[in-house]
């Protein structure tokens, strides 16, 4: 064999080893996430609640929600299940896309002029079929059962196993400050921006233990979206509807506490757009939609 085929032999050699080894680490990284997200994952005993605005119930006597969708209470009743105690981070998914190959989702202008936003402890924001593929990905990756949330878990979870939060903070308010952040807090978090987003669990969870359940961004659920879905939800483990073209979202970003209501129902194309205009490989997904993973049993 001559000097050039042993020298391109070498390199072909060289570039193949360094790919194994750099497969290796991305399999490595990978299981080290599942084991760390498994036992992050917060054991949520079933049980019996009333979902949707229990305002009426308790208090003044009065609805909390400006909808309407969220007006008719029905029992519903839970299955055991685990959630994870934080949301998704852009480190975690970054840990994905190695190991599965996968390529970087399109960059949102905010997070060009803000890059906080894009910082390892902030949660990463996707479409729904990249959460719902993620939390698959993690249960495959783990050995277990890992979805998105329902939306009937999500608030299950939110409310502490259903108890009548309005806010899933340490104690059920809104308090700047305290157990979310205050304006001079978020500028700081945002580079100026000034909109709620901030790394994971830097406030109090909720009396469950989740930290920043809707309160840093609309979570994304497994659910499609129907505006009388209560009206004929099943009692047990509610799964949404069959079909849709909008999913569920819950939680949202905004200073108005209206929207972070652990009650408050959201609605997005799978895809959001903010017009029709948009262009997901052009803009990518705005920072908001943000997501947990459930572990069903």
Not at 56 to 78: A, R
Not at 183 to 198: A, R, S, V, W
Not at 237 to 244: K, L, M, S, V, Y
């Amino acid at each position: 064999m001559n000097k050039k085929l042993i020298a391109v032999a070498v390199g072909v050699c060289f570039l193949t080893g360094c790919d194994q080894g750099s497969a290796a680490a991305d399999t490595q990284a990978a299981k080290i996430l599942a084991d760390k997200s498994i036992a992050n994952m917060i054991p949520v005993q079933g049980g019996e609640f009333l979902m949707g605005d229990f305002g009426p119930l308790i208090g003044e006597k009065l609805p909390f929600s400006i909808n309407q969708d969220d007006k008719k209470l029905h029992k519903v009743v839970l299955s055991d299940f685990s959630i994870s105690k934080f949301k998704v981070t852009n480190a975690n998914y970054l840990v994905y896309l190695n190991a599965t190959g996968k390529e970087k989702p399109p960059v949102n202008i905010l997070v060009k002029d803000y890059p906080s936003l894009g910082g390892g402890d902030y949660s990463v924001s996707v479409t729904w079929q990249q959460a719902k593929d993620y939390c698959q990905w993690l249960g495959h990756t783990a050995g277990k059962n890992i979805d998105l949330p329902t939306e009937a878990q999500w608030e299950y979870a939110a409310r502490s196993r259903g108890q009548y939060l309005p806010f899933a903070t340490n104690n059920g308010k809104f308090e700047k400050g305290k157990n979310i952040s205050s304006d001079d807090e978020l500028d700081k978090f945002t580079d100026g921006f000034g909109f709620p987003f901030y790394p994971i669990g830097k406030y109090p969870p909720n009396p469950l233990g989740l930290y920043d359940m809707g309160l840093s961004g609309s979570e994304w659920t497994n659910d499609w979206y129907s505006a009388n879905y209560y009206e004929h939800s099943p009692e047990r483990d509610p799964q949404g509807p069959e079909t849709g073209t909008k999913k569920v979202l819950r939680g949202a970003v905004g200073s108005n506490p209206q929207y972070l209501l652990t009650m408050f129902r959201q609605s997005k194309l799978p895809i959001p757009k903010i017009n029709a205009d948009d262009d997901y490989e052009k803009f990518g997904i705005g920072p908001q939609y943000v997501f947990h993973c459930v572990m069903n049993k």
